[in-house]
DNA sequence: CTTACGCGTTAGCGATGGCTTACGCGAAGA
DNA sequence: TCTTCGCGTAAGCCATCGCTAACGCGTAAG
């Protein structure tokens, strides 16, 4: 409710991890992500739009552009949920290991 | 042609990622599943195909249920993923501050 | 001032996705 | 055996999503 739109939901779709993973690489402008791209610039910047809104990239306009880099804040964000779910991962696994429950391999 | 698909796409539905977080905490049979949560039980089965097809979780046979828990390995995978985002993140960022390009007032 | 460039936004369309209802199959229990 | 329980799957409906085309606004250059 109170959540925007996740950042998993950001990164669900093809094109937008595209698009990220090149401004992971460097930060850039909307019509040189769409020259680099198999689709319009439009369609860009509407990805550029959910990235944003997800708190996963940051925009500031720079003269007749507008550059877009990624937010470092997003992107922990993200991992510090991931993280949560390999610890307790592991942590069932552990247990898991220790007392097998019945039938051992 | 619905093969596979990413974790990331996975995790993108908001009751999918519900599903995957109560995985984490425990493995569960389907309709244990579905008592939980505010979908039927066959949509239920329905997301644990997708995040099955993405190795995130592997299920296994127990007596009349079927209990399905999480696949380390999948997540390893994204984490990995995660990872080299943030890496390169992290290196351009540190170039960045290390040569600011300009400083307009 | 006029022109050109870069962006954001909207409307509309086709495709994708999640959900429910209704079915069929296999594994316990009586 | 037959009956019940737990699951998976197919069909169909409806919402959402990604895309393009067209428009309007602000900035830099002529």
Redesign the pocket.
Known sequence: MAYA?SGW?AL?????RTIFERLVDHPS????L?RAL?????????????LKDAGLVV?A?A??????RVDPAGLAALRAELDVFWSKTMAAYKTAIEQPPEEPK
């Open positions: 739109k939901t669900a779709d093809a094109t937008r402008s909307v019509s040189g769409a198999p689709v319009s610039r439009p369609a860009v910047s509407q990805h550029l739009r959910v925009d306009p003269g007749k552009q507008r550059i877009y």
